[in-house]
């Protein structure tokens, strides 16, 4: 099969690659529709984490090949939206709902890599979910969202505990912090502020629920949302980056009281205690739980209800991953779709 190498930072390829096989009977093997690559596939390619020559990719919609003989959940032939975590969804940790920490999770990027033709999915009862049936291609990108980038948006919200009547700021406006917008707005968040320096950004910010646009970045960003709050800053803030000045800007723009859901992969992020301390707030997040919310995205998106696939800017075959991987990098793209 074909399937995305990394052999350096900046050498991306699509080469052969050794076709999947069931290995455990709790495998399955996906052809796969759609996949694309992900603000945090930057991180190896800039040389920020080392990487050689590394199967890409971690988000995947398809359909099911095969599978094992203890899988119970699916049958050949179904269409199948999964996690970037591997996870059995049955054990202490699943079912309180922190799959991304399943006592069997491994990040799909680590060792599967879904920017391919077909993957071994592990696990594959806890880890991939059936959509109500075979969608339309119109849906495709929508579902591909919910395998990391609007789970992860969404945990997101969920960990700042957005909620009616509260006014949410997101830090970032990559295709994580976009969702992050999205969720705020389907959980009742009265007021979102968009921290962006790019129109395109800005306008699929307003489209999916912000209200106000910040430019600033760090103390003065954070300034203007305390300005925009009476001087209390916002109740509940979405860091979605990962780096040393968003995590600040986050946690600066709450108000005391208030809760920071960060999802950005930390590179190089350190925390002061005696902030920290004083500041009064709550800190939640890390890998998302995609598992835990896959099934009321999938309907909400069945439902046509949220349209999560328009953060999808640039939509190239397999074959031309690299290009993808430039535009992303020279933010000539917010999300690179793959198609197969």
């Not at 049955?90 to 599967?112: D, L, M, N, P, W």
């Not at 949302?225 to 800053?233: D, M, P, Q, S, V």
């Not at 896959?294 to 074959?319: C, M, N, Y």
Request: glycine share 10%.
């Amino acid at each position: 099969m074909r399937g995305v190498v990394m052999y350096a930072p900046g050498d991306v390829r699509v080469e052969e690659r050794e076709d999947p096989r069931i290995i455990d009977q709790t495998d399955a093997v996906i052809r796969i529709t759609a996949t694309c690559i992900c603000g945090s596939d930057l991180w190896p390619y800039r040389g920020a984490e080392p990487v050689d020559h590394q199967h890409m990719g971690h988000e995947y919609v398809g359909v099911v090949e095969e599978i094992g003989s203890e899988v119970t959940t699916l049958t050949v032939g179904d269409f199948v939206v999964g996690s970037f975590v591997i996870s059995d969804n049955t054990c202490e940790i699943c079912r309180s709902g922190y799959q991304s920490k399943c006592v069997h999770a491994e990040f799909v990027s680590v060792t599967i890599g879904t920017q391919a033709e077909r993957a071994r999915i592990p696990y594959a009862d806890g880890t991939l979910v059936v959509t109500p049936g075979q969608p339309d291609a119109d849906l495709i990108p929508s579902l591909l969202a919910a395998s990391d980038v609007l789970g992860t948006g969404w945990f997101a919200a969920v960990a700042a505990e957005v909620g009616p009547g509260k006014t949410v700021a997101v830090v970032g406006d990559g295709a994580v912090g976009l969702m992050g917008i999205l969720a705020a707005k389907q959980l009742g968040a009265e007021r979102i502020i968009a921290m962006s320096r790019h129109a395109d950004r800005q306008a699929l910010a307003r489209e999916y629920g912000a209200t106000d646009i910040v430019e600033e970045r760090g103390d003065e960003g954070v300034a203007r949302i305390k300005e925009l709050t009476n001087g209390y800053g916002a109740h509940s803030v979405i860091e979605a980056v990962g780096t040393q000045e968003s995590m600040e800007q986050a946690i600066r723009a709450v108000r005391p009281g208030g809760h920071v859901g960060y999802v950005g992969v930390a590179h190089d992020v350190q925390l002061s205690g005696e902030e920290l301390f004083f500041a009064e707030i709550h800190l939640h997040g890390g890998p998302a739980p995609v598992r835990r919310f896959l099934p009321d995205l999938i309907q909400l998106i069945w439902d046509r209800k949220i349209d999560p696939g328009k953060v999808f800017d640039l939509t190239l075959p397999l074959e031309d991953a690299a290009e993808g991987y430039r535009a992303m990098d020279e933010r000539r793209a917010t999300k690179v779709l793959l198609t197969l």
